[in-house]
């Protein structure tokens, strides 16, 4: 059993609460309100060590979800991977940034990352934008139009004209013209 010091059997209930409180807010990822909690549990003068010590423990937790480590970032394709990870994110300017970082890097990647850009700005439901760069990824590789036209990211542009003339494959227009 825990050695267990304390000054106060309502302290001790109330050290628990907000260890509860802390753990709650931890768990929904809210990291900063768990953080203030548990750094309150931690310099309260009681004397409950196992608790404490499991209130530091999540507290450096929450610290590293709050401040994670930078990912170092060596050459083209791991700024498209971080790209990928951020647009999952919805970090859409910081995706950006990624994108056009990795295509001055590596140019022989122009059709995948334009193809990416295309998707990032249809996220955006900046169609314009989204459009422009299909077209360039396209003519690059052709197998963009087939990505593009069964991702859902592009769900925005399902009614845009030149977004299905775009993604129209061969066997859709022989049944065009059947009809």
Do not use: H, W
Not at 15 to 39: G, Q, R, S
Not at 95 to 101: G, I, S, T
Not at 146 to 168: C, P
Request: proline share 3%.
């Amino acid at each position: 059993m825990p050695e267990v010091i304390l000054k106060g059997e309502k302290r001790y209930k109330k050290l628990l609460k907000d260890y509860e409180k802390a753990l709650n807010y931890f768990f929904k990822e809210n990291f900063a309100e768990a953080k203030k909690i548990l750094e309150k549990i931690i310099s309260s003068e009681e004397e409950e060590k196992e608790l404490i010590k499991k209130a530091k423990v999540y507290l450096r937790l929450c610290e590293q979800r709050l401040n994670p480590p930078k990912p170092e970032l060596k050459n083209a394709e791991d700024q498209i991977n971080y790209a990928v990870y951020l647009l999952n994110k919805k970090e859409f300017e910081e995706a950006e940034k990624a994108l056009l970082k990795a295509l001055k890097l590596d140019t022989n990647q122009k059709g995948r990352i334009s193809y990416l850009l295309s998707v990032l700005y249809a996220l955006k439901n900046e169609e314009e934008k989204s459009i422009q760069f299909l077209k360039e990824a396209i003519k690059i590789d052709p197998i963009y139009k087939i990505y593009a036209s069964t991702n859902t990211d592009y769900i925005n542009l399902y009614k845009n004209k030149e977004f299905k003339k775009l993604v129209k494959r061969n066997k859709d227009k022989e049944n065009d013209k059947k009809e």
